[in-house]
Nanobody, 115 residues
């Protein structure tokens, strides 16, 4: 019943920006801790950013100062604003979230950074 649906991925030039969205349905979104992860071919999935139910954020060191995670509880949506994208950040970006040990994942959205 709980569904996470990502959107906003696509092709962007190095140095460009994208905003990813994750719309959550079938849950009380406001109590969920949320996050964004990414996985490139041949690499492990890695944490990009988190935002908890209180709005506190955490970023992996490699995106600090360039990416911003936000949430809109009325829209049941979490966003990832990505700036100054680099080619090695090409990956499938996944939305993750849950509460009290119950975690859910979206299907992912492809981000390709290439000139």
């Amino acid at each position: 019943q709980v569904q996470f649906v990502e959107s906003g991925g696509g092709l962007v030039q190095p140095g460009g920006s994208l905003r990813l969205s994750c719309v959550v349905s079938g849950s009380i979104f406001r109590i969920y801790d949320m996050g964004w992860y990414r996985q490139a071919p041949g690499k492990q999935r890695e944490l990009v950013a988190r935002i908890n139910s209180g709005g506190n954020t955490h970023y992996s060191d490699f995106v600090k100062g360039r990416f911003t995670i936000t949430r809109d509880n009325d829209k049941k949506t979490v966003y990832l604003q990505m700036k100054s994208l680099q080619p090695d950040e090409t990956a499938v970006y996944y939305c993750n979230g849950g509460n009290s040990g119950n975690e859910y994942w979206g299907q992912g959205t492809q981000v390709t950074v290439s000139s």
